[in-house]
């Protein structure tokens, strides 16, 4: 990496660090460390509610799922909306009428502290998984394309946000991610019209358009009913609203979020504007993957976009089959510059043979993956332990390849920040669970303010050590941003449910709640394990389940409770 990238890249995660640690570390209350003393505006809400979500992992995974598989991973988001809605309507008012830190105080006055400690922890497992995965998944990347140590990277970005977050609490958070926002919306818009720019001079944004659309990409919406697709219209809908009504209601990492507003209506608007927002963010993340696809129908890639796949069959009886597809890919690709030439520069009234240009384009591009899917096999043969499944590593591959100086630096930023802007929620989250749910709940002795906020300061640590950790014995998934989702979709529904059953069931008492969740968590955890439904639909299940298991335990219980 060019000296002039370094520079950008230090100068913006160092300010971004100072001006956080600078301007909150005088915390004198745990109201002030937990709550950032209930001063954050409602468009700071909506930007940090945002920023915990887009975590680095938003970033690099999302621009290459388009890429492979085109436009129809935004039906993920549908359900986003409705979700910020329905709590705006039921979960903030309770949380803020309460004057509560955790999400989870409430669930002791309406059922026990067994039920409250149970959900906490069901929520402690999942985000600590995630914080981890959130500084793994830019390290892991950055490691393999600029050949930086793993290690190394895990920690640094780790102690980055440790520094801020542990000084400044909730309101070094929000500070932060206002900040980090702006640099990743001025990165992404940028490295979009970059890469429109880069496109043939004859080839226009409609004409790029026009050529994914040919190619499979702009199918966003798929209303068909098949259980086996895994975002579809329905699934999107039904499953993303139920996980989003349970990460943004009961996910402490969110929920801190809006209760550092100064008013209801405050956390309110932000919650609202995030959901509105949020959307087209996504479509737009998309949209830029899909463009990358374009980019590289006219000019040369890499079999496997991971560096690790060709340097693993470098010097091996494997290389020369490897070069050999890779020479046949690049002659593909010349074909396929050629096709979607001719198929742009096509007037619509010659439909025939625009027709016939559009299927050349189909088979040149259904020939593209076989041969990306023969390298794979190849680079399996040679090392077996190396990642072939190249989506994280689309658009870093572009930055470092066609940016031009001082940009890949800025985009570089981008990255770290989304990671940084993530595992600080997560980090603080942490703490306020842990130091209100589960240290202050049950500590024997009667402590004054300063003991807990410095209790809220080493837990803070101690979380931000155990992400490093778990950040630096993980391993590459499928798709990163597929991982984090996964994982919350094990825990959320159950947690969701708990949450509905306390809001509206009323009858339903903490025994029947507490047995319902246990039981259900481990249903949820066996259903994925054996991979019968997709992972959207888990949300649902657990919802319904404990709801159900609920209410017939308690219907078959005797009357006291």
């Excluded at 499928?478 to 529904?493: E, K, P, R, W």
Aim: charged letters at 15%.
């Amino acid at each position: 990496m060019h000296y002039l990238d370094l520079i950008v890249l230090l100068a913006t995660l160092s300010f971004i660090v100072i001006f956080g640690y600078y301007n909150t570390r005088k915390n004198t209350s745990v109201n002030d460390y937990l709550k950032g003393g209930n001063e954050a505006r409602w468009w700071t809400v909506g930007l940090s509610v945002m920023a915990t979500q887009a975590s680095a992992i938003t970033f690099l995974s999302t621009p290459g799922q388009a890429f492979h598989s085109g436009m129809g991973f935004v039906q993920f988001y549908i359900g986003l909306p409705i979700a910020m809605i329905i709590i705006c309507m039921v979960f903030v008012p309770i949380y803020h009428r309460l004057k509560v830190y955790t999400a989870y105080e409430y669930l002791e006055s309406r059922f026990d502290l067994k039920t409250r400690t149970l959900t906490a922890l069901l929520f402690l497992i999942q985000r600590g998984l995630a914080a981890g995965i959130t500084i793994f998944a830019p390290a892991i990347v950055l490691s393999a394309v600029l050949g930086w140590n793993l290690v190394s990277l895990n920690i640094i970005i780790g102690i980055l946000v440790i520094v801020y977050t542990v000084s400044g609490g909730t309101k070094a958070v929000s500070i932060t991610q206002k900040q980090q926002m702006a640099v990743i919306f001025i990165g992404m818009i940028t490295a979009f019209f970059l890469i429109t720019s880069y496109l043939p001079e004859n080839i226009t944004f409609s004409n790029a358009i026009e050529i994914a659309d040919a190619s499979g990409k702009m199918e966003i919406l798929d209303f068909s009913f098949d259980f086996d697709n895994r975002y579809t219209f329905w699934s999107g809908i039904i499953g993303g609203t139920f996980l989003a009504l349970s990460y943004f209601g009961t996910d402490q990492s969110q929920v801190q979020r809006y209760l550092s507003a100064s008013s209801l209506k405050q956390s309110q608007m932000g919650l609202i504007f995030n959901g509105f927002l949020k959307v087209p963010m996504q479509f737009f993340i998309l949209l830029l993957g899909v463009m990358l696809f374009v980019f590289y129908q006219f000019n040369n890639s890499p079999l496997n976009f991971n560096p690790a796949a060709k340097n693993a069959v470098e010097n091996t009886s494997y290389e020369k089959e490897y070069n050999q597809l890779q020479n046949q890919l690049e002659k593909n690709r010349q074909k396929k510059s050629t096709a979607a030439l001719n198929f742009a520069q096509t007037p619509a009234s010659q439909f025939d043979k625009k027709k016939a240009y559009k299927n050349e384009l189909q088979q040149l591009n259904q020939r593209e993956v076989e041969l990306r899917e023969k390298g794979n096999e190849v680079v399996n043969q040679a090392n077996k332990t190396i990642e072939t499944n190249d989506k994280d590593y689309v658009f870093i591959h572009f930055i470092l390849n066609n940016l031009p100086r001082g940009l890949i630096g800025l985009l570089l930023a981008v990255i770290l920040s989304a990671a940084m802007s993530s595992t600080a929620s997560e980090l603080n989250a942490l703490a306020s669970t842990t130091v209100i749910d589960l240290y202050k709940r049950n500590v024997s002795e009667e402590k004054n303010d300063a003991h807990f906020l410095k209790a809220s300061k080493l837990f803070t640590l101690m979380w931000g050590v155990l992400a490093i950790l778990f950040a630096c014995t993980a391993n590459l998934f499928d798709n990163l941003i597929q991982v984090v989702n996964i994982i919350g979709s094990i825990f959320y529904g159950n947690v969701l449910g708990i949450f509905l059953l306390a809001f509206f069931i009323k009858f339903v008492k903490s025994n029947a709640t507490f047995i319902a969740a246990c039981i259900t968590q481990a249903i949820v955890v066996t259903v994925w394990w054996l991979d019968i439904m997709p992972y959207l639909w888990l949300n649902l299940l657990g919802c319904a389940l404990v709801m159900a298991l609920a209410i017939t335990f308690q219907l078959t219980s005797p009357k006291k409770d």
